[in-house]
């Protein structure tokens, strides 16, 4: 029997393990942490993060062929592939502070690798890592093998939270590189063996170490750089009368552009973008490329941009002022279907709002009040270090409460932002909303969710990023 073993059961390691242990069911798979709360989660009725479908699939292998464990080193000493699935965050000090990403955790991973490894085993990358990674982890390993025999293969992740069940059910793609010699295509081939079980062999693409890495910074890039790309639409689209949900549609329907990742919003989110994208822009730097730098540097640019014009669009639209007036804000995780918060544009939103001595009331279905506290008091990048790592905050924002649901977090409010397009934003009443407000009742759409028209028969000041303003809007432009 197969044994697997992936070390760090986050986001990316536990929906990914307890799907190759439902479609192989001959293949044994521990997912391992030090964290004790979170392996705690996962053993229990209330995992630790949500995902449509994962409680299920977690359920039907969990104690037959999927274990979850705190006990790293048995499980990493009796696997024959062991996935490195631990956090990458972006450096906050030293060399590359702000843009490389900091490998601490990796190469502690992959010295117990090499400390506690009895047999020859395969490594895979599964974090997001920069280029080049693979070949200061071979170099950890094999200056401290003992003899063992270690292959390293970058296996990316591709999964977008909210439909990763979905993702690794029947992925597009599913990237193997490795090294092109004799024992590096043997290592490809039994990672291929696992995966060929359930997704089409066409699929699977192979290919060297370092494709294999860049593809997904690049992945990620692309996509990040086609928000942008609608984004920057959308600042022209109010600035000329024009509606950027028509001239998307448009641009969609070209074939070589097509219609995905072309929603104009308040900014992207997400654990990935940005850190790739500044991981890339410090590869290109060290590689003596400025040039293809400041380019990819545009991209996050513009994302910051289109947050602080949201916020000059809520105070100028408001008479220039927020002070003491409750803004409620429905959303706080950075898309849809999901409960996590990383770099979720509500954060940059909220804590310019609260720099206005706002009072925020926010409602999402997903995400704790800790939680939402916690994303507002800390520093940049920290979220993205392990939780026992993360400074603890003493404070709690006094200006920002949790509602139990939109109405409550909407009663009394002078304005509502929506920040995240769940479902359940579309469907509701918005007259008795309307009723329960101050007047005039403001609604900032940053994800184009709501029927403006329908709310402005209601009567409120509608906001629609990208679309025709308000007369309302026009007369109190907002400030650069």
């Not at 007047?439 to 409120?460: Q, W």
Request: aromatic share 8%; net charge neutral.
């Amino acid at each position: 029997m197969v044994k697997i073993c992936c070390i760090g059961a986050g986001y990316v390691g536990g929906p990914t393990m307890a799907v190759i242990a439902l479609k192989c069911p001959s293949v044994e798979v521990a997912v391992v942490d030090i964290s004790v709360p979170r392996i705690t989660a996962w053993n229990s009725d209330q995992l630790p993060i949500y995902e449509p479908g994962l409680d299920d699939v977690v359920k039907q292998c969990r104690g037959k062929n999927l274990f979850f464990s705190t006990d790293v080193e048995k499980h990493v000493r009796e696997a024959d592939i062991v996935f490195v699935s631990v956090n990458t965050p972006t450096k906050t000090r030293g060399l590359g502070a702000g843009k490389a990403a900091d490998l601490t955790y990796w190469e502690s991973a992959a010295r117990m690798i090499a400390d506690v490894s009895v047999s020859d085993k395969i490594v895979v990358e599964k974090s997001t890592v920069p280029v080049k990674t693979a070949e200061a982890i071979e170099k950890i390993l094999t200056h401290n093998s003992k003899g063992i025999k270690f292959q390293i293969l970058s296996n990316p992740e591709f999964l977008a939270e909210g439909t990763a069940i979905e993702d690794l059910f029947k992925p597009d793609r599913v990237l193997i590189g490795g090294r092109e010699t004799p024992e590096g295509f043997a290592a490809v081939k039994a990672l291929k063996d696992i995966y060929s079980q359930w997704v089409p062999e066409e699929r699977i693409l192979t290919t060297n170490l370092w494709s294999a890495e860049l593809s997904k910074l690049a992945a990620n890039a692309f996509l990040a750089q086609r928000i942008s790309s609608v984004n920057a639409m959308s600042a022209l689209c109010e600035a000329t009368g024009a509606n950027v949900t028509e001239v998307s549609y448009a641009v969609g329907k070209d074939s070589r552009i097509g219609p995905k990742f072309l929603n104009s919003s308040v900014g992207f989110g997400g654990s990935c973008f940005q850190k790739d994208i500044l991981n890339l822009v410090y590869i290109c730097e060290c590689n003596g490329l400025p040039e293809v730098a400041e380019y990819w540097k545009q991209v996050i640019k513009i994302n910051d941009y289109q947050k602080t014009r949201f916020v000059n669009r809520i105070v100028s639209s408001m008479f220039n002022t927020v002070s003491n007036k409750k803004i409620a804000v429905l959303g706080f995780a950075f898309k849809k279907d999901t409960g996590d918060t990383r770099e979720t544009p509500a954060i940059d939103v909220c804590k310019g709002l609260i720099g206005d001595k706002a009072h925020i009331s926010i409602y999402d279905p997903q995400v704790t009040e800790e939680q939402i506290q916690r994303d507002l008091t800390m520093n940049k990048f920290d979220w993205d270090h392990p939780l026992h790592l993360q400074p603890m905050s003493p404070t709690t924002v006094k200006q920002v409460s949790v509602a139990w649901d939109a109405y409550a977090a909407t009663k009394d409010a002078h304005g509502i932002c929506i920040l995240t397009e769940w479902d359940e934003f579309k469907k509701l009443d918005y007259e008795k909303i309307f009723e329960n407000m101050q007047k005039p009742a403001f609604v900032f759409d940053g994800r184009n969710v709501v029927d403006a028209e329908k709310l402005r028969k209601i009567g409120f000041i509608v906001y629609s990023i990208g679309k025709p303003l308000d007369q309302w809007l026009k007369d109190m432009p907002a400030l650069a």
